[in-house]
């Protein structure tokens, strides 16, 4: 079907898919959609979805559109839902404007969804095209999409050193190793992550707060902190509890004590720890789409041998701390190494921002 999709599409939904970035921050559990209506290269609505429970991002577009719809194109960057949610189907509310053709750039993973838009509209003798920037459509949505079809969600692993790849001083003194420019890119990747997970060995040693300060628009939607914490060993008193998204994960052996008033799951123990692809089923059900982990080398090492990331978000500060300092992570990777490939680099001040992602074997 992708031969029947013109450069013109390619023009709309790449403006469906700019649109659907304006709920970057905003929309989780839900997708980051957007909609174009138009009729040749002439725009008669756009929306996108900007909250989950508020209207989708077709029903802004045909609300902006209005009766000009009727025979028009729905340029979607996401299949139309076809089910009763929050709101009601986008794909009845395409039908019952007129529009004439629909072009998404995917079909939804949701299994309530998997399609059947796409049949409904073609029911109603709607044309609809499907596959162009797809590519672009997952990326925006990587973490909805992991959920839906790994059932798990998408894990990205942030942490920061010194050039010979200590991340704190001898001792485990407390120090910024990343500068101010740094620090304010990591509230970006916060405030669009579902969760945000540390361990209690971080807790205790640099008490954070893991919470969003970015200024980014009139509804700031904090993570979900997630702590792992096998015996409750935390001081109560951390400021990552002084809130009430946080969600502490033990062993079903720990003692509540001052944790009584807090959401605790009881997971597994596995070697070392916590059972980690239990706590990424309790999280899947929970609807986390991206999970960013901050955490210390031991818990960091823990995810790379499960082989749980992703996405490294690696910041490289020019210093040198000494062999004697704390190192990145704890790690004996399978096969002796754990193989990246450079993503993305930028400079954030005096530091530099590495995106790396595992080597498929």
């Known amino acids: ?21 304006r709920g970057l921050y905003t929309t989780d559990p839900n997708p980051r959609v957007g909609c174009v209506i138009a009729d040749a290269d002439r725009v008669l609505g756009e929306g996108w979805h900007v909250r989950a429970g508020e209207a989708h991002a077709e029903v802004f577009a045909l609300r902006a559109a209005g009766s000009q719809a009727r025979g028009a194109t729905a340029y979607v960057s996401l299949e139309p839902c076809s089910h009763t949610g929050r709101t009601p189907p986008c794909a009845d509310a395409l039908i019952a404007a007129g529009v004439a053709r629909v072009v998404c750039c995917t079909r939804d993973p949701n299994p309530k969804v998997a399609g059947r838009g796409i049949e409904r509209l073609q029911q109603a003798g709607i044309a609809v095209q499907v596959g162009a920037l797809a590519d672009e459509a997952r990326r925006l949505n990587v973490g909805y999409y992991s959920r839906h079809e790994r059932g798990r969600p998408y894990v990205r692993l942030k942490l920061a050193m010194s050039l010979d790849g200590r991340t704190a001083p001898a ?3 407390r120090a910024w190793i990343s500068g101010t420019e740094s620090r304010a890119d990591v509230q970006a990747w916060r405030a669009r992550s579902s969760a945000v997970l540390t361990g209690a060995g971080t807790v205790r040693s640099d008490d954070p707060q893991l919470n969003v300060r970015l200024e980014y628009g009139p509804w700031v939607r904090q993570p979900l902190r997630v702590v792992l914490d096998t015996m409750l060993s935390t001081p109560r008193a951390a400021k990552i509890f002084n809130h009430d998204e946080a969600l502490v994960f033990a062993a079903p052996e720990a003692a509540l004590g001052a944790f009584k008033d807090l959401k605790v799951e009881r997971i597994p123990r596995s070697e ?9 089923q309790n999280l899947t059900a929970r609807e986390i789409n991206e999970l960013l982990v901050e955490c210390g080398p031991t818990l960091a090492g823990a995810f790379v041998a499960k082989q749980l990331v992703d996405e490294l978000i690696l910041y490289v500060a020019p210093k040198l701390l000494g062999d004697d300092a704390l190192p990145l992570m704890h790690i004996k990777p399978a096969g002796g190494e754990w193989p990246l490939d450079f993503r993305d680099v930028q400079r954030f001040g005096d530091d530099m921002r590495l995106i790396l992602k595992p080597k498929k074997h």
Do not use: H, P, S
């Open 1 to 21: 079907m992708n031969e029947e999709i013109t450069a013109q599409d390619r023009a709309q939904l790449a403006r469906a898919l700019d649109l659907a970035a």
């Open 171 to 173: 001792g485990g003194r």
């Open 272 to 280: 070392g720890g916590l059972d980690l692809d239990a706590v990424m």
